[in-house]
Protein backbone atom coordinates (compact mmCIF):
# COMPACT_ATOMS: atom_id res chain seq x y z
CA UNK A 1 0.00 0.00 0.00
CA UNK A 2 1.52 2.93 -1.37
CA UNK A 3 0.03 6.50 0.57
CA UNK A 4 0.77 9.04 -1.64
CA UNK A 5 0.75 12.62 -0.11
CA UNK A 6 -0.30 16.25 -1.54
CA UNK A 7 2.36 18.35 -2.47
CA UNK A 8 3.18 20.99 0.27
CA UNK A 9 1.93 24.25 -2.24
CA UNK A 10 -1.98 22.45 -2.20
CA UNK A 11 -1.97 23.01 1.78
CA UNK A 12 -0.71 26.36 1.40
CA UNK A 13 -2.59 27.41 -1.01
CA UNK A 14 -5.81 25.86 1.61
CA UNK A 15 -4.26 27.82 4.25
CA UNK A 16 -3.96 30.90 2.53
CA UNK A 17 -8.36 30.64 1.38
CA UNK A 18 -8.84 29.72 4.93
CA UNK A 19 -7.13 32.60 6.32
CA UNK A 20 -8.39 35.22 3.59
CA UNK A 21 -12.22 33.69 4.44
CA UNK A 22 -11.30 34.73 8.18
CA UNK A 23 -10.28 37.87 7.58
CA UNK A 24 -13.56 38.76 5.49
CA UNK A 25 -16.06 37.13 8.59
CA UNK A 26 -14.35 39.34 10.63
CA UNK A 27 -14.81 42.14 8.37
CA UNK A 28 -18.54 41.89 7.87
CA UNK A 29 -19.41 39.77 10.91
CA UNK A 30 -17.44 42.49 13.50
CA UNK A 31 -16.37 45.58 11.79
CA UNK A 32 -19.46 46.70 9.23
CA UNK A 33 -22.08 46.51 11.93
CA UNK A 34 -20.43 48.28 14.60
CA UNK A 35 -19.50 51.10 11.53
CA UNK A 36 -23.45 50.87 10.48
CA UNK A 37 -24.54 51.34 14.20
CA UNK A 38 -21.97 54.37 14.73
CA UNK A 39 -23.82 55.93 11.47
CA UNK A 40 -27.20 54.99 12.57
CA UNK A 41 -26.40 56.65 15.86
CA UNK A 42 -24.74 59.94 14.37
CA UNK A 43 -27.95 60.13 12.03
CA UNK A 44 -30.30 60.00 14.92
CA UNK A 45 -28.56 62.20 17.20
CA UNK A 46 -28.32 64.89 14.32
CA UNK A 47 -31.89 64.51 13.29
CA UNK A 48 -33.61 65.10 16.51
CA UNK A 49 -30.96 68.20 17.26
CA UNK A 50 -32.65 70.07 13.95
CA UNK A 51 -35.81 68.88 15.32
CA UNK A 52 -35.71 70.38 18.07
CA UNK A 53 -33.70 73.50 16.20
CA UNK A 54 -37.39 74.02 13.91
CA UNK A 55 -39.30 73.41 17.22
CA UNK A 56 -37.97 76.34 18.73
CA UNK A 57 -38.05 78.09 15.73
CA UNK A 58 -41.72 77.42 15.07
CA UNK A 59 -42.09 78.55 18.85
CA UNK A 60 -41.06 81.98 17.70
CA UNK A 61 -43.23 82.06 14.65
CA UNK A 62 -45.95 81.30 16.90
CA UNK A 63 -44.68 84.35 19.47
CA UNK A 64 -44.31 86.38 16.63
CA UNK A 65 -47.19 85.87 14.50
CA UNK A 66 -49.52 84.22 16.87
CA UNK A 67 -49.98 80.70 15.10
CA UNK A 68 -47.98 78.08 13.64
CA UNK A 69 -46.58 77.19 9.91
CA UNK A 70 -46.23 74.15 8.11
CA UNK A 71 -43.68 75.66 5.43
CA UNK A 72 -39.86 74.89 6.21
CA UNK A 73 -38.78 77.83 4.01
CA UNK A 74 -40.87 80.74 5.66
CA UNK A 75 -38.96 79.12 8.89
CA UNK A 76 -35.46 79.19 7.42
CA UNK A 77 -35.91 82.61 5.81
CA UNK A 78 -37.54 84.00 9.89
CA UNK A 79 -34.58 82.81 11.47
CA UNK A 80 -32.38 83.97 9.17
CA UNK A 81 -33.39 87.49 8.43
CA UNK A 82 -36.48 88.50 11.22
CA UNK A 83 -34.90 90.99 13.61
CA UNK A 84 -37.47 89.16 16.36
CA UNK A 85 -35.03 85.91 16.53
CA UNK A 86 -32.01 88.18 16.20
CA UNK A 87 -33.07 90.10 19.33
CA UNK A 88 -33.81 87.02 21.17
CA UNK A 89 -30.58 85.03 20.02
CA UNK A 90 -28.03 88.17 20.53
CA UNK A 91 -29.15 89.81 23.79
CA UNK A 92 -27.02 89.09 27.08
CA UNK A 93 -28.77 87.33 30.03
CA UNK A 94 -27.42 88.75 33.10
CA UNK A 95 -28.75 86.11 35.17
CA UNK A 96 -26.96 83.10 33.26
CA UNK A 97 -24.09 85.39 32.33
CA UNK A 98 -24.37 84.73 28.58
CA UNK A 99 -26.48 85.06 25.46
CA UNK A 100 -29.40 82.34 25.57
CA UNK A 101 -29.25 80.82 22.25
CA UNK A 102 -32.09 78.66 22.09
CA UNK A 103 -30.77 76.57 19.18
CA UNK A 104 -28.68 73.73 19.84
CA UNK A 105 -24.96 73.14 18.30
CA UNK A 106 -25.46 70.04 15.44
CA UNK A 107 -22.72 67.55 15.45
CA UNK A 108 -21.76 68.31 12.14
CA UNK A 109 -21.21 71.64 13.73
CA UNK A 110 -22.40 75.44 14.13
CA UNK A 111 -26.28 75.70 13.89
CA UNK A 112 -26.96 77.41 10.46
CA UNK A 113 -30.43 77.97 9.57
CA UNK A 114 -29.90 76.04 6.37
CA UNK A 115 -29.87 73.19 8.30
CA UNK A 116 -33.28 72.95 9.16
CA UNK A 117 -34.89 71.48 5.81
CA UNK A 118 -33.19 68.16 5.22
CA UNK A 119 -32.78 65.35 7.62
CA UNK A 120 -28.90 63.89 7.52
CA UNK A 121 -29.34 60.31 6.35
CA UNK A 122 -31.65 60.27 3.30
CA UNK A 123 -31.42 64.10 2.40
CA UNK A 124 -35.33 64.36 2.51
CA UNK A 125 -37.87 67.34 3.95
CA UNK A 126 -39.10 66.75 7.35
CA UNK A 127 -42.31 66.57 7.44
CA UNK A 128 -44.11 69.35 8.90
CA UNK A 129 -48.03 69.57 9.40
CA UNK A 130 -50.07 72.32 11.14
CA UNK A 131 -53.66 71.57 11.89
CA UNK A 132 -56.91 73.22 10.50
CA UNK A 133 -59.86 73.59 12.51
CA UNK A 134 -63.59 75.01 11.19
CA UNK A 135 -66.01 76.09 13.82
CA UNK A 136 -69.66 76.76 12.33
CA UNK A 137 -72.05 78.51 14.05
CA UNK A 138 -75.69 79.08 13.91
CA UNK A 139 -77.49 82.55 14.69
CA UNK A 140 -81.29 81.63 15.05
CA UNK A 141 -83.53 84.04 15.70
CA UNK A 142 -86.75 84.14 18.25
CA UNK A 143 -88.94 82.72 15.69
CA UNK A 144 -86.51 79.54 15.12
CA UNK A 145 -85.69 80.67 12.02
CA UNK A 146 -81.73 81.28 10.78
CA UNK A 147 -80.27 84.30 10.43
CA UNK A 148 -76.96 83.41 9.16
CA UNK A 149 -74.17 80.88 9.87
CA UNK A 150 -71.41 81.62 10.79
CA UNK A 151 -67.83 79.97 10.08
CA UNK A 152 -64.46 80.31 11.76
CA UNK A 153 -61.17 78.74 10.30
CA UNK A 154 -58.34 78.54 12.46
CA UNK A 155 -54.97 77.68 10.97
CA UNK A 156 -51.71 76.52 12.90
CA UNK A 157 -52.96 76.45 16.92
CA UNK A 158 -51.20 72.80 16.62
CA UNK A 159 -48.05 71.38 14.47
CA UNK A 160 -46.88 67.94 13.72
CA UNK A 161 -43.10 67.78 12.88
CA UNK A 162 -42.01 63.89 11.60
CA UNK A 163 -38.62 63.10 10.56
CA UNK A 164 -38.48 60.64 7.08
CA UNK A 165 -35.98 58.44 8.83
CA UNK A 166 -38.28 57.42 11.22
CA UNK A 167 -36.38 59.07 14.36
CA UNK A 168 -39.22 60.59 15.87
CA UNK A 169 -41.63 63.35 16.03
CA UNK A 170 -42.44 66.48 18.07
CA UNK A 171 -45.71 67.81 18.63
CA UNK A 172 -49.19 66.73 17.82
CA UNK A 173 -52.34 68.28 15.24
CA UNK A 174 -54.71 66.36 18.17
CA UNK A 175 -53.85 67.01 21.68
CA UNK A 176 -52.99 70.45 22.93
CA UNK A 177 -51.18 68.70 26.32
CA UNK A 178 -48.27 67.26 23.07
CA UNK A 179 -47.82 70.77 21.60
CA UNK A 180 -44.02 71.30 21.66
CA UNK A 181 -43.17 67.33 23.06
CA UNK A 182 -40.94 65.33 21.06
CA UNK A 183 -41.35 61.57 21.11
CA UNK A 184 -38.38 60.75 22.27
CA UNK A 185 -38.85 62.65 25.87
Do not use: C
Not at 71 to 80: A, G, P, Y
Request: avoid cysteine.
Amino acid sequence: MDKKSDPWYVHAALYFVIAILTIVLIKVAIIDPRDYVEAEKYYKSESRLRMENIKEAEIFWQRKYGNYTDNLDSIINFVKYDPYVDSITSTFDSLIMKIPNPFHTLHSGEFTPDSLKLSPKSYSKYILQIDTAVVVDTVVNRRGKITRIDTTITLGSRYYLEDPDGYGTIGSLDNDALKNTASWE
